[in-house]
């Protein structure tokens, strides 16, 4: 596979996510979900028209019905007749109600893979096993907690109460979370955000060992090709969360008994993987607003290389614009600095 067919565009793809993130994260604290993901979307697909791509949409807001922007078969990049094809992963804004509320933890994620290597899983939720490089192939999501739990601690060296596991806080969880504490390992809930809790077990300064538990299916796309990219495994069988769902994707032949691995759900050789944060966690510091200038922190991973690039950028208020392309189709620029003396 060739470095002209499918040239390096980290950087480009940095550039959509600190644009989705800065434009965001104009609304932490105002309480407005929607605003602050219609503020992500908008600059999201204004900034992907710069990239040398074929893009088409995979994972996004949902089927066009539903989704008037980044929806599923949406065509994105500049499609020039010589750029590649590419499939597109994006979340405007994993956690939008964290922005919203001003809470830690909140990214804007894409990932983009080779024309058909990414997996659209017709659920909408999914039960996820995703651990580091250490772990990869050691786990049996088929297996107890507790068993996985035993075997993670024989394998790192440790005692099991030395474990992390990282699990959404959700009614749901409440078996899993009793299991786990049963057998003494320490638990990280976390709100909302489970891209992130998902890599942190693969990323080198995280205390995070295992994430577990039933989450978005898009979101699992996404740690995937993280994960991919920094030599994890996500490990994952679909949830349907209704009877009727169930029955209908049984008979379109899906298997709910299948376990979909890492290279399942996002395949081929060409991956590259990016996040800004909006709102500062333990995976990324959020966007601020210092003297005159944005600053945002971001992820850009990509294979076969598994480079990893941590990238601090600052941006002049003074002259940063953002292309924004709205649900009507309208193209304009904003300029940051108006929107932060307005307050939005």
């Not at 994993?94 to 994620?109: F, M, S």
């Not at 394998?155 to 786990?180: A, C, P, S, T, Y």
């Not at 538990?213 to 898009?218: A, C, F, K, R």
């Not at 210092?290 to 941590?310: D, H």
Request: some cysteine.
């Amino acid at each position: 596979m060739s470095k002209e067919k499918y040239p390096e565009f980290s950087l480009d793809l940095i550039r959509v996510t600190e644009a989705a993130a800065m434009m965001s994260s104009l609304y932490t604290g105002f309480g407005d979900k929607e605003a602050v993901d219609k503020a992500a979307v908008d600059a999201l697909r204004g900034m992907l028209d710069y990239i040398n791509i074929r893009g088409t949409v995979v994972i996004g807001e949902g089927e066009k019905d539903e989704a008037p922007m980044l929806y599923t078969g949406e065509e994105v990049g500049s499609w020039e007749g010589t750029a590649p094809e590419m499939d597109i992963a994006v979340d405007p804004i994993d956690g939008t109600r964290l922005v919203a509320y001003g809470l830690p933890g909140a990214i804007a994620v894409i990932a983009v893979a080779e024309r058909g290597k990414i997996c659209p899983l017709p659920t909408f939720y999914s039960y996820k096993l995703a651990v580091g490089p250490d772990l990869k192939g050691q786990l049996d999501m088929n297996a107890s907690i507790r068993e996985n739990l035993r075997v993670a601690a024989a394998i790192l060296n440790i005692k099991i109460g030395d474990l992390n596991v990282v699990v959404l806080n959700r009614d749901r969880h409440q078996g899993l979370i009793k299991e786990i504490r049963s057998v003494g390992a320490r638990i990280k809930l976390i709100t909302d955000g489970d891209i992130a809790g998902a890599i942190a077990t693969a990323t080198p300064d995280s205390e995070a060992d295992i994430y577990v538990g039933i989450g978005g299916s898009p979101e699992a796309i996404l740690a995937a090709a993280a994960l991919k990219t920094l030599g994890g495994e996500l490990q994952l069988k679909l949830w349907p969360s209704s009877e009727q769902e169930k029955n209908t994707l049984t008979e379109k032949g899906w298997d709910f008994e299948k376990v979909y691995h890492t290279n399942d759900l996002v395949g081929g050789e060409h991956v590259l993987f990016a996040a800004t944060g909006v709102t500062t966690g333990d995976f990324l510091n959020g966007v601020r607003f210092v003297k005159g200038k944005a600053i945002t922190e971001s992820l850009a991973i990509r294979s076969p290389s598994n480079t990893i690039r941590k990238i601090t950028t600052y941006h002049d208020l003074n002259t940063k614009t953002v292309r924004v392309k709205s649900t009507e189709g309208d193209e304009k620029f904003i300029e940051l600095n108006r929107k932060v003396r307005m307050g939005k």
